[in-house]
């Protein structure tokens, strides 16, 4: 079965850091563009990161801009989300998608991770 397993979420407090990570099953990574997504409770998913098949070029939106950084490791067949300086605002559910297109958009995603809390709360 072919999917994605995002994982890494937790709480931490405003200002804390965490590491999302993407890792495939069934398939390689390197076919594919991957992007993180949000969404917030009572909020439509949004758009947070993507990175080429090769991870030469990345995209994030301006909310997370110097915040986050999206990077992968094609051999280990990952995808990282790196998030520090987090803000109460970036409290959500956070899914890793595969898209064959760049830059993606949400409509092209093949793949989907299941999803991983983020809680920024002191």
């Known amino acids: 079965q072919l999917h994605l397993v995002d994982s890494g979420g937790g709480l931490v407090q405003p200002g804390g850091s965490l590491r999302l990570s993407c890792v495939s099953s069934g398939f390689n990574l390197d076919n594919y563009v991957i992007v993180w997504l949000r969404q917030a409770p009572g909020k439509e998913r949004e758009f947070v990161a993507a990175?080429?098949?090769?991870?030469?070029?990345?995209k994030s939106a301006d909310s997370v801009k110097g915040r986050f950084v999206i990077s992968r490791d094609n051999a280990k067949n990952m995808v990282w989300l790196q998030m520090i300086s987090l803000k109460p605002e970036d409290t959500a559910v956070y899914f890793c998608?595969?898209?064959?297109?760049?830059?993606?958009?949400?409509?092209?995603?093949?793949?989907w991770g299941q999803g991983t809390q983020v809680t920024v709360s002191s």
């Open positions: 990175i080429s098949w090769s991870g030469n070029s990345t």
């Open positions: 998608a595969a898209s064959s297109w760049y830059p993606p958009v949400e409509s092209t995603c093949d793949y």
